[in-house]
T-cell receptor, first 115, second 114 residues
């Protein structure tokens, strides 16, 4: 158990809908990262938040957005869902966002299926 | 652009045999390198990491990796595998700086056969 929790574990929805994925980082971790794992794209970085502020964006679609709240949990919002958004979404947390000396710990993931 | 290459999509090996999973990275600056393992229907678990110092890094479950700057490689090795090592293994690199986003390789499925 990494200490990172993600809810829900599974999510099945229809095209055009909107969903929210939730992540609670390990106690004391200030950074939250979101990754998408799909069969065709592999594991890709989406977005990084540090202590409530966005630090970096990766291959995140404009239909997707995220935020990190004062209690440091984070939510990833996916809207106007398409079939291709079906994937495993991972959240990871780390203590800081410094010069690479901290380790990212991954949650169990949320499996999103868009029908 | 920084990238991570795992040339082998699948590596079949017999139980108790040694194994090496290959990883090459491209970068013009210092990188931080990681190996993660993903068991079926589970999240990613850190096996080991290289940040600086000794180029031979030991991790959990008897795995080790060697950082080779001249060959830009970070291959993962285990002298004797078990059936329970069957999983997907991901090599990843982080650049550091304002963000430590991980760039992952495409993964290697280690299939251990009895």
């Amino acid at each position: 158990d990494s200490g990172v929790t993600q809810t829900p574990k599974h999510l099945i929805t229809a095209t055009g809908q909107r969903v929210t994925l939730r992540c609670s980082p390990r106690s004391g971790d200030l950074s939250v990262y979101w990754y998408q794992q799909s069969l065709d794209q592999g594991l890709q970085f989406l977005i990084h938040y540090y202590n409530g502020e966005e630090r970096a964006k990766g291959n995140i679609l404009e239909r997707f957005s995220a935020q990190q709240f004062p209690d440091l949990h984070s939510e990833l919002n996916l809207s106007s869902l398409e079939l291709g958004d079906s994937a495993l979404y991972f959240c990871a947390s780390s203590v800081v966002a410094g010069p690479g000396t901290d380790t990212q710990y991954f949650g169990p993931g949320t499996r999103l299926t868009v029908l | 652009a920084q990238s991570v290459t795992q040339l082998d999509s699948q590596v079949p090996v017999f139980e108790e045999a040694p194994v090496e999973l290959r990883c090459n990275y491209s970068s013009s600056v210092s990188v931080y390198l990681f190996w993660y393992v993903q068991y079926p229907n589970q999240g990613l678990q850190l096996l080991l990491k290289y940040l600086s110092g000794s180029t031979l890094v030991k991790g959990i479950n008897g795995f080790e990796a060697e950082f080779n700057k001249s060959q830009t490689s970070f291959h993962l090795r285990k002298p004797s595998v078990h059936i329970s090592d069957t999983a997907e293994y991901f090599c990843a690199a982080a650049r550091g700086g304002a963000t430590n986003k991980l760039i992952f390789g495409t993964g290697t499925l280690l299939a251990v056969q009895p």
